[in-house]
């Protein structure tokens, strides 16, 4: 899933900055077939630059690329297809090295304690369930796998927050806890069925976008101190890419049914239901991110995953600013 990112990576003041250390970073997925994922990067003075990391070291990209992940100097690109981790500079995105150890179709990463965590799918069965989930344990120094975590089916998102990491299990209704002490799952609890995604608000309290094509899709606000569901209630179907704003009061989530109309719907934390109606709607959207101190919104668009897509700026409120070319999906 196309996702895009926004970073601002700390580093020393006696060193020059690099050219990506502040902007918008555009994950693109790539064709599953051909493996033509690609970064791409979108520059305060809202500049594009394409295909970022072949281009800073003059190699052809490949992979299908879930996600990137930030951690002080450095990024992380996720590759689905190829069960690989590229580790870059963050603000160059020069190669440091790749990890190809103990994947197999790596989804999302977080880092707690040294360590990175990555949640991984493992194979379909013959019933298209994936009961061979886990988490991969990566020393962040060496690159090598500490240990690998069996966790519930279809292993999504992660978070850490207060020593744990939280898994969202998306093939069940389950929320798994690992201590990064320990390394083991040390709890787990109920939230609405196929959780994906986290996001955290200005109550230091996280929601929970929980989306399945039977049950519909939900939102849940819930306290991970207590491992407690604070509230939840159901909001367009086939939602996806949850994200908060600057300020954490407020959630912005993707609906994109399957040969429809997709939308844009914006909800205040404080809300107990979905919202009456939509910020934007337009076809073929696929992501979204949001700006953290102007509220802009980048809506992806797939272009029906017919060659090259494109990304979306608009207004909080939906009103279209510009458009930038994109790589595929």
């Not at 090295?97 to 990463?109: A, G, I, S």
């Not at 977080?110 to 298209?128: E, H, L, P, Q, R």
């Not at 927050?161 to 898994?167: L, P, Q, T």
């Amino acid at each position: 899933i196309l996702s895009l990112s926004l970073s601002s990576c700390d580093n020393n003041d006696e060193t020059p900055r690099g050219k990506y250390a502040t902007g918008i970073f555009v994950v693109n997925e790539g064709n599953f077939s051909e493996a033509d994922g690609s970064i791409d990067f979108i520059s305060p003075s809202y500049e594009l630059a394409s295909g970022i990391y072949a281009l800073e070291n003059d190699v052809t990209t490949t992979g299908v690329f879930q996600s990137l992940y930030f951690h002080e100097d450095r990024a992380y690109m996720v590759d689905q297809s190829g069960s690989t981790i590229t580790v870059v500079n963050a603000e160059t995105f020069e190669f440091i090295e790749k990890w190809d150890n103990d994947f197999n179709t790596p989804r999302y990463m977080a880092i707690s304690n040294g360590k990175a965590y990555v949640t991984n799918w493992g194979n379909f069965d013959a019933n298209f369930d994936l009961p061979n989930s886990y988490v991969a344990i990566i020393n962040l120094e060496s690159g090598e796998t500490i240990k690998t975590v069996k966790t519930g089916n279809g292993s999504e998102g992660i978070i850490d927050f207060g020593g744990n990491v939280y898994v969202a299990n998306s093939y069940s209704n389950t929320i798994q806890v690992i201590d990064t002490e320990s390394d083991q799952i040390s709890s787990s609890f109920e939230v609405a069925f196929a959780p994906t995604l986290f996001a955290k608000d200005n109550q230091e309290k996280f929601w929970v976008l929980s989306s399945h094509w039977l049950e519909g899709a939900h939102l849940s606000q819930v306290d991970l101190a207590l491992e407690e569901v604070l509230k939840t209630f159901p909001i367009a179907g086939s939602s996806k890419s949850l994200s908060s704003n600057g300020n954490g009061d407020r959630l912005y989530y993707l609906s994109a049914p399957f040969g429809a109309e997709a939308s844009v719907f914006m909800i205040e934390t404080s809300a107990t239901e979905a919202p009456a109606n939509a910020v934007v709607s337009a076809e073929n959207l696929y992501g979204l991110g949001v700006d953290p101190q102007n509220g802009d919104l980048y809506l992806a668009n797939h272009n029906g995953f017919q060659g090259n897509g494109s990304v979306v700026r608009t207004t909080s409120a939906g009103e279209q600013i510009e458009t930038f070319p994109a790589g595929r999906a």
